[in-house]
Structure formats: C-alpha cells, structure tokens
C-alpha cells in the first residue's frame, strides 16, 4: 500500500511539474514522503527518501 501511494503521489508530482503548477507539484511530492499512520504500527525503519527530496528541491528551485 505505501509503495504504491508513494509512487501515485511522485507521478501526480512530476505530472503538475511538467505542468508548471509548481504548488500542487510540491504538495504530492511531499506527501508522497509521508508513512500512513492509519497502519497502525508507523513507520518500522529509516525510509529513504531521496528521490522525494530531490525532487522537491527541483520544485522549489523552479519556484524561484
């Protein structure tokens, strides 16, 4: 379930980036960042999450 939340909320991103919507594209992207607290364990490791970040830092920079 996460995998495939993550993965919507990065297409959505990168979607409204090529759109040049740049808040919706970082709203998604940063979202996609996010660990369900629905699950109700939490997150059980150190999620990597570079991709998200670098992408956020490619929204923000073209935000500029």
Known sequence: ITAMAN???MTLARQYLDKKQYRKALKYAEE????????GV???YEVNTKEEDDLIAQIREQMK
Do not use: E, F, I
Request: glycine residues 14%; without cysteine.
């Open 32 to 39: 996609a960042k996010l660990w369900p607290t629905h699950l």
């Open 7 to 9: 993965m919507a909320g």
């Open 42 to 44: 939490g997150k059980p």
